[in-house]
Nanobody
């Protein structure tokens, strides 16, 4: 059974930085697409960044130039978040899929972590 475990959330002032980490365990597949999504209170979940098994990346326009997604290995990723803004406050979820790679990962085609809270105060 595939499990995703996130770490690294917390509270920071606007302009600060945080790093999120995610590790996948239990999967036999070696070429997962992995990424980060977030959901703020009262808002729909949105894609933040994804990275494919070949290292290609996709970012939401709202985080381009501030966030960097990277692969630690085939089953672990980081998300470096710089110049954080209050609107980045949300619960951040790690997701992985062996079927698709983009912001269309959902519970029907991917695996999800429990989420980690990021709070940015202005």
């Amino acid at each position: 059974q595939v499990q995703l475990v996130e770490s690294g959330g917390g509270s920071v002032q606007a302009g600060g930085s945080l790093r999120l980490s995610c590790t996948l365990s239990g999967g036999d597949y070696s070429r997962y697409c992995m990424g980060w999504f977030r959901q703020a209170p009262g808002k729909e979940r949105e894609g933040v960044a994804v990275i494919d098994s070949d290292g290609s990346t996709t970012y939401a326009d709202s985080v381009k130039g501030r966030f960097t997604i990277s692969k630690v290995n085939a089953k672990a990723i980081n998300l470096e978040m710089d110049n954080l803004k209050s609107e980045d406050t949300a619960t951040y979820y790690c997701a992985a899929s062996g079927w698709t790679c983009g912001f269309d990962i959902d519970r029907s085609n991917g695996y999800w972590g429990q989420g980690t809270q990021v709070t940015v105060s202005s």
